[in-house]
């Protein structure tokens, strides 16, 4: 009788454990898959994405996401044919893209203020725009880059032409300075933070204080137009989720800076840690939500990328971005 007894209670158990199981497996796959695809190695400006992720945030939407480095191919190329569903990006991209027909949409700003330009060692001399003259300075190879900084330095009477431009490549910042490069275009959120952490004093001149054209979102998160109009659920519980894990990161920068140190072990603890609790209040800012764009921001820097002769043509920014995908 024993025996028989211990039999069923078996069988009973293995039959409750496989129905959990098949519950498990049947919940996850009826999570949609989507993917989300950096802009560059995992970073503060990524942090909500990671949070959402942990913290289960995306399933509760419904969603299953993979995070995705570039690689080769850019975010904007992969979110606008359709090979991800979501990207981080930024304006500049984005609206070069929309006026040559490519159908990027921003739909959340990922901080509210331009954080990012220009540095470099106190030990340089580099105090304002036209110390930049008979200056080595090292960049991507972008024309927006020229054309910034000619911008800021006709203010004071400075000629860009004077400037000797030198493509940094991969090197990065604090290397390039050391060698052949006396300034750089930089996000100080990160590169800025980590000199802090070094003990190297910069001098920093932010682009957005000479001009307010040149207050852009830098990052955004992106997606294409065919997913807005064909899956707008979708993209709305992705940014219901991403939402959430940004206001987390606000309100608990060491406990955020904890899980993208988990995802990303590689970075370093300090770094993170200082970078998410200088970047955290960033997020939000003024902004009454997280993620709000303004028109005005659009129209701003489109005007001033077209009046510089960085587009063919002028953007319709009501079409480049969009909040009503956010939650309320």
Not at 205 to 228: A, F, G, Q, R, W
Not at 236 to 258: H, M, Q, R, V, W
């Amino acid at each position: 009788m024993k025996k028989w007894m211990f039999i069923i209670c078996s069988v009973f158990l293995l039959t409750a454990c496989s129905a959990g199981e098949d519950t498990a497996d049947e919940k996850k796959e009826s999570l949609k898959k989507v993917s989300v695809v950096l802009d560059w190695t995992p970073n503060t400006n990524h942090t909500g994405l990671y949070v959402a992720k942990e913290k289960g945030y995306f399933k509760d939407q419904g969603l299953d996401v993979e995070i995705i480095l570039p690689g080769e191919a850019g975010a904007d190329q992969l979110v606008a044919s359709g090979k991800a569903q979501f990207g981080v990006g930024y304006q500049e991209s984005v609206t070069q893209a929309r006026v040559q027909d490519v159908p990027l949409v921003s739909i959340a700003a990922v901080i509210q203020h331009n954080t990012s330009g220009f540095a470099s060692p106190k030990s340089k001399g580099i105090t304002e725009p036209k110390d930049f003259e008979g200056k080595s300075y090292g960049g991507w190879g972008s024309p927006v880059e020229k054309a910034v900084m000619d911008s800021i330095m006709k203010q004071e009477n400075a000629d860009v032409e004077k400037v000797n431009f030198i493509n940094m490549g991969d090197t990065d910042f604090f290397t390039a300075v050391k060698r052949d490069v006396d300034f750089a275009w930089i996000y100080y959120g990160w590169t800025g933070i980590e000199a802090e952490l070094r003990g190297e004093d910069l001098n920093m001149m932010y682009v957005k204080d000479y001009s307010d054209k040149l207050d852009y979102y830098t990052p955004v998160l992106t997606t294409n137009e065919k997913m807005i109009e064909s899956d707008p659920d979708t993209v709305k519980a992705f940014l219901a989720a991403t939402s959430k894990g940004y206001e987390y990161s606000i309100d608990n920068p060491k406990e955020a800076g904890d899980i993208l140190l988990k995802a990303a072990p590689d970075l370093d603890k300090e770094l993170v840690m200082k970078s998410q609790e200088w970047l955290a209040p960033k997020y939000k800012d003024d902004a009454e939500r997280w993620g709000e764009q303004k028109l005005e921001v659009w129209e701003n820097y489109a005007s001033w990328m077209y009046d510089n002769d960085l587009l063919d043509k002028k953007l319709e920014s009501k079409k480049a971005f969009t909040n009503q995908l956010l939650p309320k």
